[in-house]
């Protein structure tokens, strides 16, 4: 009787391994994309902010001595220098054998390490991280390195979610030593009437005119539903039958503001900010240290340093104690 070979008994098969590698992971960083790049000199970044005399009606009595104006002083701002790294290690041997869907183990895990070094920081500038020098400072996250200050803290107006109202527990200073922290803890969702009135504040009291609302993936849906479920806005089908859910831009009483969402933010916060008055500013750009053999091994580290500088805090705002 002839043998009846089968996969499951006959050995000496090729594995059906394609010959690619699939990343999962999303590296896009949408915070840090929209605002502007610039250069820092310094482990401490300094810049200056001022403002206007508060508008008045006034008249003079004609032939009356002049007298001097009270105009607000300069003020200025400081944000300290974060490092940031990002080390690679690879043995000699899985340099050299033969690798699915790459030559070189260390170049694929240099390419690696730059996304993840992006997507660090944009997880940085999302966190309630304070500027600070000391080496047991509130929002550290490693008690002995400087760290720069993140969008939080560097904004002045806060509301809290479901109450249009600004918060009555701690506010902001806009001058990266604090955050604001809002005390009602109603954890509810981000309503209309809170961006209203946060666009509102806003363009009160700034020149900035606010054009982003940054929130988490969680938020978007809560806020389209909130547009298309709630209101008298239709369900919008296009000519190729395409049905379209999602809000994308907000035209408000202060002007348009798209609505962006952010996969790597919190649900606790919705940021609404201009990118044009913000910029990251580089003291050392993303580079390479010497690549160097340690053992049979080779070794090196991606580093960069750089800080955060908001040219106009009054004009950065925040919804806070939103559900989770």
Known sequence: MATNFKTTTQGGQREDLANWISNISRDMVPFCSSIGRGKASAVLHEWSTDTLEAAAVQAEVEGSAFSESASPIITRLTNRCQIMTKGIRVSGTMETVDKVGRKSEFKYQTEKRGKEMARDLEVTMLSGQLSDDSATGAGKVIATARTM???????????????????????????????????????????????????????????????????????????????????????????????????????????????????????????????????????????????????????????????????????????LDILA
Request: no cysteine; proline share 2%.
């Open 149 to 319: 200050g993140a969008y939080q803290s560097y904004s002045t107006i806060a509301v809290v979610a479901g109450t249009a109202a600004v918060t009555s527990g701690t506010t902001g200073l806009g001058n990266g030593s604090n955050i604001a922290v809002a005390q009602t803890n109603t954890n509810v969702a981000v309503t209309l009437a809170d961006i209203n009135e946060t666009l509102r504040l806003v363009n009160g009291v700034t020149s900035v005119a606010p054009n982003k609302i940054m929130m988490s993936t969680t938020n978007k849906v809560r806020f389209s539903d909130l547009m298309t479920g709630t209101t008298n806005v239709r369900r919008n089908i296009d000519e190729k039958g395409k049905l379209k859910q999602s809000v994308d831009l907000y035209e408000s009483d202060f002007g348009d503001v798209e609505l962006v969402h952010n996969y790597l933010m919190g649900n606790d916060a919705v940021f609404i900010y201009d990118p044009s008055t913000m910029s990251l500013n580089t003291l050392r750009p993303l580079h390479f240290r010497n690549i160097a053999e340690d053992g049979d091994s080779l070794r090196s580290y991606l580093v960069q340093e750089l800080t955060f500088e908001a040219k106009s805090p009054t004009g950065n705002a925040v919804i």
